[in-house]
Structure formats: C-alpha cells, structure tokens
C-alpha cells in the first residue's frame, strides 16, 4: 500500500473504503481520562479566596494605622492649638514675669497632664530668667476659647507661686 495514499485522502489501491485520518500530536496524546495524564491546575479561580482574604487583611490593617495615627494626630494638633492658646494668655502674667522673664518656650507635659485630674493640665515654659513648671486649670467656654481657671508656677528649687487668681 503506498504511503502517499494512506496519509493522503485515505484510500489504498486495493479500493478499500475510506480509512479514517489517523492525527496525533504530542500535546493531546492522552485524554483527561487516561491515568497516564499529568495532573493538570484547576482552571478559573486557582487561590482567589487566600489572594482575597490577604487584600482584606492588608486593606484592614492600613485602615486601622491611619485611624489610630489619625486620631492621634488630631488629640496632639488639639493639645497644640490649646496650647497656643492658654501660653498667650498667661505669657504677660505680672507673677510669671518675674520668675521666668519673657516666655521662650512654651511647651504642653502630655504624660503629666494625662495623671492630672479633668481640665488640669501640665506645661513646662522657659523664659530669659528661668523656667518651671505651670499647672493650669482650664476650661472651654461657650464660644470655644479657653479660659484659666487657676495657674501655678512650679521653680526648680520647687518653690509654687499661685499665678490664677491674682487677689490670693
């Protein structure tokens, strides 16, 4: 049987039928179905939900970072702005003056206010004679400005000077 007419249309000069075309390629010569097939990935969604469940874990944790840094940084910007506040009132105290000269720094104590009870605050201030240490007593009025209720200057030799109310 010649062999251009076997691979050809089929036909051999015998004048048998058509023989089926006998195709193989080394890609496809086992079926899903043979044992001798090589495992093959699932297709579609191959490890979405793990990819998923890290994207939730790196988005939540990024959201709670800028929430708590966020919140942080509002309590520390409004500490500031209050004490802005309460040092340009106090800076021209008669009392203060004395001790400390022109104020330099003024400078909120966060951990020392935080033990101090409510409205109580804890400032360390510098000026061109000295420095110490101010206890303020302080509250919000109905327009949004500070008002001192009572301040205190602590020196170095831990000598207290009663700055607010002046009569006392």
Not at 121 to 133: A, F, H, L, P, Q
Request: aromatic residues 6%; negative net charge; glycine residues 10%.
């Amino acid at each position: 049987m010649p062999a251009a007419d076997v691979a050809g249309k089929g036909r051999s000069s015998c004048g048998l039928s058509a023989i089926p075309e006998i195709k193989m390629s080394l890609d496809n010569r086992f079926t899903d179905s043979s044992p001798f097939a090589a495992p093959q990935e699932p297709r579609g969604r191959r490890g979405s939900a793990s990819r998923w469940i890290l994207w939730i874990f790196l988005l939540g944790g990024a959201g709670f970072a800028l929430l708590c840094c966020g919140g942080v940084s509002v309590v520390v910007f409004g500490l500031r702005m209050m004490s802005v506040e309460i040092r340009d009132q106090i800076r021209d105290n008669p009392r203060l003056r004395e001790h400390i000269g022109e104020v330099q720094s003024f400078e909120i104590d966060m951990m020392e206010s935080m033990a101090q009870e409510e409205d109580v605050y804890r400032y360390r201030v510098r000026g061109t004679k000295g420095e110490g240490e101010l206890t303020i007593r302080h509250h919000t009025n109905d327009d949004g400005d500070e008002v001192i209720d009572e301040a205190s200057l602590r020196l170095p030799s831990g000598e207290r000077i009663k700055l607010v109310p002046e009569d006392e």
